[in-house]
Structures are given as structure tokens and as C-alpha cells.
């Protein structure tokens, strides 16, 4: 049987509200995995990653992960270390998939 992915409305996340902060974005994380039903383990991984660091990593692995359906607003200088952490992020990465890929030949 085919079945549609389920997708959870629009979500506005404000770095500058009280819901701004690393927690609820942690439990807002949490509920979006719910809602698109991953697995207990790719959550905790998720989490487990979420929080190992700053608040700007955070944030920037919460719109890695989720930035499809959320909309995250904040002050512009928070905006932008976010911006750049992902940037940061997005090239380790790569090049951990390029060592991975070396590592397999």
C-alpha cells in the first residue's frame, strides 16, 4: 500500500521569545520527529547531537534538520552566527562523507 508522508504544519520558531530557547527547541525537535515518524534511535541521535554543543549549534542543526518546515526568526546578529554555523557544519560534512568514501575503496 502507498502511503502519503505524514507533514506537520508550518512552525515559526522565535529565538527571541521565552520559546527560543535550547530546551523547547530540544522538545519542539522531539515532537517534529514524532510527527514525521522517525525512529526512537534517529531521534536520540538527533537530540544527542542537538545538544553537545552551543546554543548556535543548536539552532543550526535544528534548520539543518527541520529548516523545510519551520520558520526561524531572531535577532539578525543571532540569524546570521546561525547562517554561518551552518555553513561550518554543512562542510564538515562533506568532508566526512569524502573520508568516509576514501576510507571504502
Keep these: 500500500?502507498?502511503?502519503?508522508?505524514?507533514?506537520?504544519?508550518?512552525?515559526?520558531?522565535d529565538l527571541d521569545s521565552p520559546d527560543g530557547n535550547a530546551f523547547v527547541i530540544a522538545a519542539t525537535a522531539r515532537n517534529l520527529c514524532k510527527q514525521l515518524e522517525y525512529s526512537e534511535?534517529?531521534?536520540?541521535?538527533?537530540?544527542t547531537n542537538m545538544l553537545?554543543?552551543?546554543y548556535e549549534h543548536v539552532v543550526a542543526t535544528?534548520?539543518?534538520?527541520?529548516?523545510?518546515?519551520?520558520?526561524?526568526e531572531g535577532h539578525k546578529s543571532m540569524v546570521k552566527a546561525v547562517v554561518e554555523r551552518i555553513k561550518i557544519l554543512s562542510e564538515a560534512e562533506k568532508q566526512r562523507e569524502s573520508v568516509t568514501r576514501w576510507l571504502e575503496t
Design 62 to 72: 535544528f534548520e539543518m534538520e527541520f529548516g523545510s518546515i519551520v520558520q526561524i
Design 1 to 13: 500500500m502507498i502511503t502519503t508522508k505524514k507533514t506537520p504544519k508550518k512552525v515559526i520558531l
Design 52 to 54: 553537545s554543543k552551543d
Design 41 to 47: 534511535v534517529e531521534t536520540e541521535k538527533l537530540l
